[in-house]
């Protein structure tokens, strides 16, 4: 019988799908928290359940906007040169962190990444920068893209909040191509991630979920993830992408501050 309190956190988590689904991002921002704080997983668990969430988010979506002819091909092909390898790297570096020194180095990395998107992200607002694919530099395009690689495998993010800053900013796409591009990127990086941190540490607490919920949370998250897609094109502005963007990866930004605050 699944209790209360999973069907509560199962809602939570099909909500984030819904309002990442637009944005090129998996969710991690808030999938980590709401399995760390509000289902009580050890850390290292939510990380990795956490990535299985984005997975499932960031192929539903990936879908939707493939349908769209939103996603750029020849980025992928140049991201995954760095994201790729950068994720098991990641990965690694994540668990022998937390086994050997803290979760809270881990958590701190989180914080620091999540300010650095939400400068970026306003300051590209406020400076009202027009990217055109004229300004795409390879170069530090794959770095950047490695960067988000590397977050994915350490900290649970399918890195699409750094994917949609460089798609932006070194990549001249558009605010809907970014997104569509992101999610493809995040698509190929996940499951290196997942692999990565099962064959290194386990499945741990999440074997111990019930088996409905972990058959029927992946499939809804896909449904609910192309659905969020593709609703999008027709009903959100490019600015309300980039609100619900904002405001998502502030409350992700609070959650971490206050626990480490009061840690």
Not at 124 to 130: H, K, L, P
Request: net charge neutral.
């Amino acid at each position: 019988m699944v209790s209360i309190e999973a069907l509560g956190v199962v809602t939570l988590l099909l909500i984030v799908v819904v309002l990442f689904s637009p944005i090129g991002l998996g969710g991690g921002l808030l999938y980590v928290p709401i399995l760390h704080y509000v289902a009580g997983l050890p850390f290292d668990t939510a990380i990795l359940g956490s990535l299985v969430m984005v997975l499932c988010t960031a192929l539903g979506s990936a879908q939707a906007h493939r349908s769209e002819q939103l996603v750029s091909l020849d980025h992928v092909k140049v991201a995954v040169k760095t994201a790729l390898p950068a994720a098991i790297v990641g990965a690694l570096a994540s668990i022998w962190t937390i086994e050997h020194v803290s979760d809270v180095t881990v958590k701190v990395i989180a914080l620091c990444l999540t300010s650095w998107v939400l400068y970026q992200t306003i300051r590209r607002m406020r400076s009202e920068i027009v990217v055109t694919e004229g300004e795409f530099d390879p170069k530090l395009y794959r770095i950047g893209t490695g960067v988000g690689g590397l977050a994915c495998g350490m900290l649970g993010i399918g890195g699409g909040a750094i994917y949609v800053t460089m798609n932006r900013g070194w990549g001249g796409l558009g605010v809907r191509d970014a997104a569509g591009t992101s999610f493809a990127i995040a698509s190929l990086v996940v499951p290196v991630a997942i692999t990565t941190h099962s064959i290194a540490r386990g499945w741990g607490e999440l074997a111990e979920i019930e088996t409905l919920l972990l058959v029927c949370t992946p499939i809804l998250a896909l449904g609910f993830a192309y659905m969020g897609g593709r609703f999008s094109f027709k009903n959100l502005p490019t600015s309300a992408i980039t609100w619900v963007f904002i405001t998502m990866v502030s409350i992700s930004l609070l959650r971490y501050l206050t626990d480490l605050i009061s840690a």
